[in-house]
């Protein structure tokens, strides 16, 4: 017998188990505690067969910060089934049993990491976040002579730093696009997955957070996990402190959600090799709640009318009738009607998280309509590229 439900607290040792065999991990006290972390904070969902877990899910929820609104977002991760029960439908049945439980949570937006970003087109997600890659040799660093600071540069473990650095993460301009508002539990589940990582704060002369660095110490590499400054000082001593492990590594590894490049800031800029890499993806759960509480950048907007496809979840499909008077929005799901603009859930949410513009993504073909309403609708929403500076 075949049974899909949402899976409770007596399910934790199988789901543990299913994810010990599908992601090749090993077992520990340490990766048992991190996950029972996660499980207790999270949706669970699975399918049974005849009692035995064969497929499931979980989905964090999370609040996100996009542009000044706070929106409420579901984290899909631990995808999997047993190879006997994969390549059966489960996958998309447990999806479905998610988006069910996201409705009633009020839940706006979902994010995930793909194993397969054609995989979960399907389900009408889009890649919406890069992490861009920065690797240099010691060697290359340049001679950097940076003036005297009246701040201070702590080192801690990440255990010991985690309170001391929320808030400054939280309020961070670059946690401010698409960034998640990292709970208590979710802080504490980083530090018991990452007992390794250190933290240096920087603290200014009233001995408030200026700015931090995570990183870890990986053979001859130093990889740099997380750097947020607030000030030109704070950036500069925490810049210095990195370059002084310039004798104890060959090489410093930054693995950053910025989206600008670091190379134009070196005497040499060649000597710093950038990567730009896919991240993770996103979706819109609720148009219509994202729609009406968007932080549009512009009071007014004529009417535009766009015509959403959302194969998986046909509550978002249909015409749309966006207007923007005094900066207040008007939103409306027309039962008939033309549409200016014809665009599916996956570009018309890489357009609203400001990853493409409508009319880039017009240019490449990606989305169909008028140029004058395509222009328009375009000036009114965000073209500051998201960041995620989390993982699940």
């Known amino acids: 017998m075949i049974e899909k439900r949402s899976l409770t607290a007596n ?7 299913l994810a010990q065999y599908a992601f090749n991990k090993p077992d520990s006290q340490q990766r048992r505690g991190f996950f029972k972390q996660l499980y207790q904070n999270s949706n669970g969902f699975g399918i049974f067969a005849d009692d035995d877990l064969k497929s499931m899910l979980l989905a964090t929820p999370f609040n996100v910060n996009f542009n000044g609104q706070t929106f409420k977002m579901s984290g899909i991760g631990y995808v999997a089934s047993y190879p006997e029960f994969s390549g059966q439908g489960g996958i998309s049945a447990l999806m479905t049993l998610a988006f069910d439980q996201m409705h009633q949570d009020g839940v706006t937006l979902s994010y995930l990491a793909p194993f397969s970003y054609g995989f979960y087109r399907r389900f009408g997600y889009e890649q919406v976040f890069d992490q861009t890659h920065f690797e240099i040799q010691t060697q ?4 950097l002579k940076f003036p005297k600071s009246p701040g201070q540069v702590t080192r801690y473990s990440v255990a010991d730093a985690s309170d001391l650095i929320a808030n400054f993460h939280e309020t961070h301009p670059l946690n401010q696009v698409g960034g998640v508002q990292r709970p208590d539990w979710w802080r504490q589940y980083q530090v018991m997955k990452h007992p390794d990582q250190e933290v240096a704060i920087y603290t200014d002369s009233e001995d408030q957070v200026g700015g931090y660095v995570i990183y870890n110490r990986q053979g001859s590499i130093l990889v740099i996990e997380e750097l947020m400054t607030s000030t030109v000082a704070s950036q500069q001593q925490l810049v210095n402190f990195i370059f002084k492990h310039q004798s104890a590594y060959t090489t410093i590894r930054y693995e950053s959600s910025l989206t ?18 896919p991240y993770m993806m996103a979706r819109i759960v609720d ?9 549009y950048q512009t009071a007014e907007l004529a009417t535009v009318t766009i ?6 979840l046909p509550v978002n499909s249909g015409l749309w009738q966006i207007s923007l008077h005094d900066g207040q929005p008007t939103i409306t ?21 400001g990853y493409r513009s409508l009319t880039s993504l017009a240019q490449y073909g990606q989305i169909e309509g008028q140029q004058t309403a395509i222009q328009q609708l375009d000036q009114a929403i965000s073209h500051e590229k998201p960041m995620l500076w989390d993982y699940f």
């Open 333 to 353: 799901k027309l039962a008939t009607g033309t549409a200016d603009i014809i665009v599916t859930i996956q570009n018309l949410t890489k357009a609203l998280m």
């Open 140 to 143: 290359d660093l340049p001679r």
């Open 287 to 295: 148009l219509a709640d994202f729609l009406a509480r968007y932080p």
């Open 260 to 277: 600008t490049g670091l190379a134009d800031l070196l005497p040499d800029p060649t000597v710093l090799k950038t990567t730009v890499v």
């Open 307 to 312: 015509d959403v496809t959302d194969d998986f």
């Open 11 to 17: 399910d934790e040792v199988a789901f543990y188990e």
